[in-house]
């Protein structure tokens, strides 16, 4: 499975942003996805995944929660992360990753495929 993730960018604070992650190879919809970010000189965490069998099955990094959205379109075999009311502190590469099991997970490790980042910049 290649991943690709697409749609950061620079906005103000208070502002959104919707991230989509493509799939090549193989369809997306057994697959349990999540939604990583990494600042610069920080780790990577976690921040949203959605589990395969269940578009309505999602859990967010409390940072994030009422303001981002996961979900997943099988059709299109996509995967988007709807980002409202941004804020500095959201500033970081974005990743998408995906699980085999089907469950989605906040453990980086537990991730079977990543695609590459995007970028996403917040301004004060």
């Known amino acids: 499975v290649q991943l690709q993730a697409s749609g950061g960018g620079l906005v103000q604070a208070g502002g959104s942003l919707r991230l989509s992650c493509t799939a090549s190879g193989r369809t997306l919809s057994t697959y349990g996805m999540g939604w990583f970010r990494q600042a610069p000189g920080k780790g990577r965490e976690f921040v949203a995944a959605i589990i395969s069998w269940s578009g309505t099955s999602t859990y967010y990094v409390d940072s994030v929660k009422g303001r981002f959205t996961i979900s997943r379109d099988n059709a299109k075999n996509t995967v988007y992360l709807q980002m409202n009311s941004l804020k500095p502190e959201d500033t970081a590469v974005y990743y998408c990753?995906?699980?085999?099991?089907?469950?989605?997970?906040?453990?980086?490790?537990?991730?079977?495929?990543w695609g590459a980042g995007t970028q996403v910049t917040v301004s004060s």
């Open positions: 990753a995906a699980d085999r099991t089907g469950w989605g997970t906040a453990t980086a490790t537990r991730y079977d495929y």
